[in-house]
């Protein structure tokens, strides 16, 4: 545990995917420029030599043409594949940043309480993942229920009286964001995930 405001460092409770992301990018990626690369490679009928029950088979431009086809299939399939999912995974982070930005910024700010954890069956870093359930009650009685991103850790022992901020879209109070790091208490409390 580290002491002093100097050295404190702010640990987000969010559980971020992003690296898992980049996993895939740097996996579909190759795989795509290889799948591309091979199209305009020099080849013809020539240097290719093709064996049917171990015998030499001529080779003809259309044999050429299927080879290129299926390399470009299977390799740049595959890396289509992967690097839609990496940039899923690496991108959606960074929306969902520049929305919550967005809604605190321009949206409404709410104080709800924070009601329990929902755990969820999913393990990441031998942890299981869960969301901050939390409900706001308007003065006329109606009741609204908030849910936050996956956290990684419980943040209710750090929040201020069980409170959280929930920033929501004037227009559409479905579209929100539940601020549980700006809610946390951090003045002298540091915490260790």
Do not use: W
Request: charged share 20%; with cysteine; glycine share 8%.
């Amino acid at each position: 545990m580290r002491t002093g405001l100097n050295n404190v460092t702010q640990r987000s409770f969010l559980q971020r995917f992003s690296i898992i992301g980049l996993i895939f990018l740097a996996i579909g990626i190759p795989f795509l420029i290889v799948g591309i690369v091979i199209q305009f490679i020099p080849m013809n009928p020539e240097n290719m030599t093709i064996y049917r029950n171990g015998i030499r088979q001529p080779a003809t431009e259309e044999t050429v043409r299927t080879f290129r086809l299926i390399f470009l299939g299977v390799f740049g399939g595959l890396g289509l594949i992967f690097s839609t999912i990496g940039g899923i995974f690496a991108l959606r982070p960074m929306m969902r940043r520049r929305r919550s930005e967005r809604l605190k910024q321009e949206g409404a700010l709410l104080v709800a309480e924070a009601i329990g954890l929902e755990s969820l069956p999913i393990r990441a870093t031998h942890r299981a993942l869960s969301y901050l359930q939390c409900a706001h009650q308007t003065p006329t009685g109606e009741t609204y229920l908030f849910r936050s991103d996956l956290l990684r850790t419980d943040p209710i022992p750090f929040l201020d009286e069980k409170k959280v901020n929930v920033y929501y879209d004037r227009e559409d109070m479905r579209k929100y964001f539940v601020d549980v790091d700006g809610s946390v208490e951090m003045g002298s409390r540091v915490f260790e995930l």
